[in-house]
């Protein structure tokens, strides 16, 4: 037997109000999924021990209320909720411009459409050749090293070779201190996860990265501009911007 929820109003306590607990009981519990048909009138009265006016002024309210919808000739059924937005349920943030929509029309560029602002370094300037060669040797790797999970520090050789050339530059760092990302995005994304938290301030250039702006501002960060000019940051702003906000970053 099912257990009738609670039901408020006018109707709580009454033969109509039992109607409507009962068919939402049953639409909570996935007994009537989304898109199903009600019982037929008379049967639900005839199992009930109500009248048919009983159930018909039931579904009739729950149609009122959006839980189902009458269609003419056929009957009542459960209304289909529209699909989940993110937006629905993402931190409303008032921005001028959605630096996700420019990161995805950026991705959604043809090769020959200008993106400027993305920062990505034209491919004639990319290692072509020691890529290719990577690439080749990668395909002659046993099936293991291509199928199986590395440690979540990246490559152990490459980091290795990392921590050699930050010690010719002066910056002494063990291999295990080394933490390799599969892009700047991610790496940056890690230490806003493990620095920042919602509300702290965090100056960055002006013009900015937009992704970098769009990682910020999901992690609920107060951004402060720094003008960023031809000969560098304005070191006198980013003076100011120091003493007045106190930022994390």
Request: charged share 20%.
């Amino acid at each position: 037997m099912l257990e009738a929820v609670q039901i408020k109003g006018p109707v709580a306590g009454t033969l109509v109000g039992r109607v409507m607990a009962t068919i939402r009981q049953r639409i909570a519990g996935r007994t009537l999924a989304p898109g199903a048909k009600l019982p037929s009138i008379r049967g639900l009265a005839e199992s009930m021990g109500v009248s048919k006016s009983t159930v018909v002024e039931a579904y009739e309210r729950l149609a009122a209320e959006g839980a189902v919808q009458a269609r003419r000739g056929s009957g009542f059924y459960v209304r289909r909720l529209p699909p989940l937005s993110l937006a629905d349920v993402a931190p409303r943030l008032d921005r001028a411009v959605d630096p996700l929509w420019i990161s995805r029309q950026s991705l959604d560029a043809g090769v020959d459409d200008l993106r400027p602002g993305c920062g990505w370094l034209p491919p004639d300037w990319m290692p072509e050749a020691s890529l290719r060669r990577g690439l080749r040797k990668l395909g002659t790797a046993e099936a293991a090293t291509l199928a199986e999970y590395g440690t979540p520090l990246g490559l152990p050789a490459l980091r290795q070779l990392l921590a050699h050339r930050l010690a010719e530059r002066g910056v002494e760092a063990a291999p295990e201190q080394i933490v390799l990302a599969e892009s700047g995005t991610q790496a940056i994304d890690l230490v806003c996860r493990f620095l920042i938290e919602p509300g702290d301030t965090v100056l960055v250039d002006d013009p900015c990265y937009f992704n970098f702006q769009a990682l910020l501002r999901a992690h609920r960060a107060r951004i402060v501009s720094v003008p960023y000019t031809p000969a560098g940051p304005d070191l006198a702003l980013f003076a100011q911007a120091l003493a007045e906000h106190r930022p994390r970053l």
